[in-house]
């Protein structure tokens, strides 16, 4: 049982290429999200899925894309990456009968 | 006005003290609350849920006010491996059907030997 897992773990980008960022969950888990962590700004929503098929917009959507094709997985992509996305990107996923989120061991992300 | 604010430290205590970490939220219609633990470089993991009742687990406990939409964390007896981000948290239900969670910047902890 891995939980929830990300790949990859650390990718150099330069400006205006584009990637995907796969998360990956084996706990039958509804729900999952996409977060991005800065310094000084705490972990912020990007997008959310509450099921196969279905995306929904966080707090800072701008620039990123999502796909919920499997229950288990869900993509992130970046189109056209620009410097503003160098971060630390974070997948979660949680039940429906519990409000914990588990998170996974997150994405270093550097655009340069 | 943010949405959950914390002291952002860091505190630096040295091991045996006893600690507290302070955090408001600004929206009323939260109805659940927590504190989760990032370890330096790690991602974050649910260090234990928060009830109006206060609750306790070993070394920490963690009350809920309503009333002036504050949540504590106290921290007895600290251990060098209480070190870390933690982080206060707060859900609500989001127009999409999902809980959301709303987290604070964190409160930086350093137990010094």
């Known amino acids: 049982n891995a939980g929830v897992t990300q790949t990859p773990k650390f990718r150099v980008l330069k400006t205006g290429q584009s990637m995907t960022l796969l998360c990956a969950q084996d706990?039958?888990?509804?729900?999952m999200y996409w977060y991005r962590q800065d310094p000084g700004m705490g972990l912020r929503l990007i997008h959310y899925?509450?099921?196969?098929?279905?995306?929904a917009k966080g707090e800072v959507p701008d620039g990123y894309n999502v796909s919920r094709l499997k229950k288990q997985n869900f993509l992130l992509g970046l189109e056209s990456a620009a410097p503003s996305q160098t971060s630390v990107y974070f997948c979660?996923?949680?039940?429906?009968?519990?409000?914990?989120?588990?998170f996974g061991p997150g994405t270093r992300l550097t655009v340069t | 006005r943010k949405e959950v604010e914390q002291d952002p430290g860091p505190f630096n205590v040295p091991e045996g003290a006893t600690v507290a970490f302070n955090c408001t939220y600004s929206?009323?219609?939260?109805?659940?609350f927590f504190w989760y633990r990032q370890d330096c470089r790690k991602e974050p993991k649910l260090l234990m849920s928060?009830?109006?009742s206060g609750n306790e687990d070993g070394r920490f406990t963690a009350q809920l006010n309503r009333a002036s939409q504050y949540i504590s964390l106290l921290i007895r007896d600290s251990k060098l491996s209480d070190s870390a981000t933690y982080l206060c948290?707060?859900?609500?239900?989001?127009?999409?059907?999902?809980?959301?969670?709303?987290f604070g910047k964190g409160t930086k902890l350093s137990v010094i030997p």
């Open positions: 979660a996923s949680t039940g429906t009968n519990t409000y914990e989120q588990y």
């Open positions: 706990m039958n888990h509804e729900y």
């Open positions: 899925s509450v099921g196969e098929g279905t995306t």
């Open positions: 929206n009323s219609a939260s109805q659940s």
């Open positions: 928060v009830y109006s």
């Open positions: 948290v707060v859900s609500g239900f989001s127009g999409a059907g999902s809980y959301q969670l709303t």
